[in-house]
Structure formats: structure tokens, C-alpha cells
């Protein structure tokens, strides 16, 4: 049987996934960070997270950093990615 993982929506597209499919951050005063287990987050998931539209809309929606904001997600996807393969293994 497999762990039935626990459904969370994206902020961007509204749309449902398994948590541990979604990318997990929180906005840390002005900054959005990687979740660290603190504080409440928000999800995004990996389709959006890769959307160039998507990630200029959340850019303005929380006022950050291009850059800064598209790195974060790719640092993000990169991890989520990473923990895929091991699974594989
Ligand atoms: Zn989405």
C-alpha cells in the first residue's frame, strides 16, 4: 500500500496536489524563503513553479526580486526533483 499523501492547493493555479509534489515556502516579513518548518506556509506546484507567466504574477504579487524569486524556485524544483530519483532507487 502506498502512504496516501496529504492534498495541498496552489497559490497560482488553485489546483490540488500531494504535498510532497508541491514546492513549500512562507514570506519571512518582505522576503518568500523555502519553508523551514516555522511560521505558515503556502504551496506551489511544480507546473507553475516552471510557468514564466505564473512565477512574473507571484513575482508582483508579493513584490520580490525576479531573480531572487526565480532562483528560489529552481533551488526548490532542483530538491523536489532530487528526492523523485531517490525514491526511484
Ligand atoms: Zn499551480
Redesign the pocket.
Known sequence: MKNIQPIRM?I??R?RHPKNTLLRLKQMGHDIVAHDGTGRSFY??M??SQNEK?VKGLVKRFKQDEKYFTKLLADLILRIRACEKSHLN
Do not use: E, T
Request: net charge positive.
Open positions: 496552489c497560482a493555479c489546483s506551489l506546484c507546473s507553475c505564473k
